[in-house]
């Protein structure tokens, strides 16, 4: 596709519930990360990964989040046992390269919600 | 810790005229620097960045500076567009990590 493709573009989930979110990024892009903006706030990189290597995962909150891009394309993030404070937009991004010289895309995110 | 500030939560600026988006970072290691702007509901949208070999990038309308012995970014547009209206973000990275400061609110009046 032209951009970064995230779904679903909601989600809505009770506390305890797993939850699994979905980025397709740009087409032959090998960098991909995932964010968490709260509200009023900026992004917070989670996790990255370069082609199907995860290669930073420090800014995973807790072992409850868990991403894979097991093609090197489409990438998942999994929360389990879900917690009120993990209610936030999702970003996903892809960028062309793998040393940091070109912009990262962003797609328009999930919005989660957990009651 | 925020590595990455923006001070002003807002600003406000006639058409026409200037407008100057300011950022602050304290990591030495960052070294690459991106604005964003986002509209409600929409991821953000890549506007311009710099390498920290360099002081100034201009595209069109918009040009960033680059001042590292501060620790300073600036994004300036110029004339200001009604369009513009947006939350703007900086982000300064040291690959892989890219840090974002909180965004500030630009409206630009007609």
């Known amino acids: 596709g032209a951009g970064v493709s995230q779904s679903p573009r909601y989600k809505v989930a009770k506390r305890g519930q797993d939850v699994a979110l979905r980025c397709d990024p740009i087409s032959g892009h090998v960098s991909l990360f995932w964010y968490q903006q709260a509200l009023g706030q900026g992004p917070e990189f989670l996790t990255y990964f370069q082609n199907e290597a995860q290669l930073d995962k420090s800014g995973l909150p807790s072992d409850r989040f868990f991403a894979e891009r097991p093609e090197g394309s489409v990438s998942t993030l999994k929360i389990q046992r879900t917690q009120q404070e993990d209610s936030a937009v999702y970003l996903c991004?892809?960028?062309?390269?793998?040393?940091?010289?070109?912009?990262?895309?962003f797609g328009d995110g999930t919005r989660l919600s957990i009651l | 810790d925020q590595q990455v500030k923006q001070n002003s939560p807002s600003l406000s600026v006639q058409e026409g005229r200037i407008s100057i988006l300011n950022c602050d970072y304290t990591n030495s290691m960052f070294d690459y620097f991106l604005w964003y702007k986002k509209y409600p509901a929409e991821g953000p949208t890549f506007l311009i960045s710099i390498s920290s070999i360099k002081d100034k990038n201009e595209d069109g309308r918009f040009t960033v500076f680059l001042n590292k012995s501060a620790k300073h970014l600036s994004l300036h547009i110029v004339p200001s567009q009604p369009g513009d209206s947006a939350v703007y973000f900086c982000a300064a990275s040291d690959f892989p990590d890219m840090r974002f400061g909180a965004g500030t609110r630009l409206t630009v009046k007609p």
């Open positions: 991004a892809s960028s062309s390269d793998r040393g940091g010289n070109q912009p990262q895309h």
